[in-house]
Nanobody, 123 residues
Framework: QVQLVESGGGLVQAGGSLRLSCTAS????????MGWSRQAPGKERETVAA????????YYKDSVKGRFTIARDNAKNTLYLQMNSLKPEDTAVYYC????????????????WGLGTQVTVSS
C-alpha cells in the first residue's frame, strides 16, 4: 500500500493556473502508475491524467489535453498536475491515485487514493 497526500488546490479565476502536488509514502513510488482523478458535485469520478512509473507514458482526458500536464519526481516521491487555462467546468475535488498496472489506471481502477483537494474555478 502507498499513502497519498494531495496539496495545492484552491480558488482561481477562469483562465488562471494551479499546480497540484501529491506526496507518496510507503512502498517504492517508482513502481506505481500514478493518476489524477476528479469528481464534481453530482457527477461520477473521472480520470483526468495518468503517468507510468518512469514518467515516459502519459494519458489525458480529451477535455484537458493541451491545458493540463502530469509529471512525477521519483526521487521526491511526488506527483504533480499543472493546470493552465482553467475553466469553471474544471471545478471538482481532485484525487491523487496509484495502481500497479497501466491497464487498470486507464480504467480508473486505482488501488490507493488520497483524500482529495478542492479546485474551484470562478467565471
Amino acid at each position: 500500500q502507498v499513502q497519498l497526500v494531495e496539496s495545492g488546490g484552491g480558488l482561481v479565476q477562469a483562465g488562471g493556473s494551479l499546480r497540484l502536488s501529491c506526496t507518496a509514502s510507503g512502498r517504492s513510488f517508482s513502481n506505481y502508475v500514478m493518476g489524477w482523478s476528479r469528481q464534481a458535485p453530482g457527477k461520477e469520478r473521472e480520470t483526468v491524467a495518468a503517468i507510468n512509473g518512469r514518467g515516459v507514458i502519459t494519458y489525458y482526458k480529451d477535455s484537458v489535453k493541451g491545458r493540463f500536464t502530469i509529471a512525477r519526481d521519483n526521487a521526491k516521491n511526488t506527483l504533480y498536475l499543472q493546470m493552465n487555462s482553467l475553466k469553471p467546468e474544471d471545478t471538482a475535488v481532485y484525487y491523487c491515485a496509484a495502481t500497479d498496472s497501466w491497464g487498470t489506471a486507464r480504467l480508473g481502477n486505482f488501488g490507493s487514493w488520497g483524500l482529495g483537494t478542492q479546485v474551484t474555478v470562478s467565471s
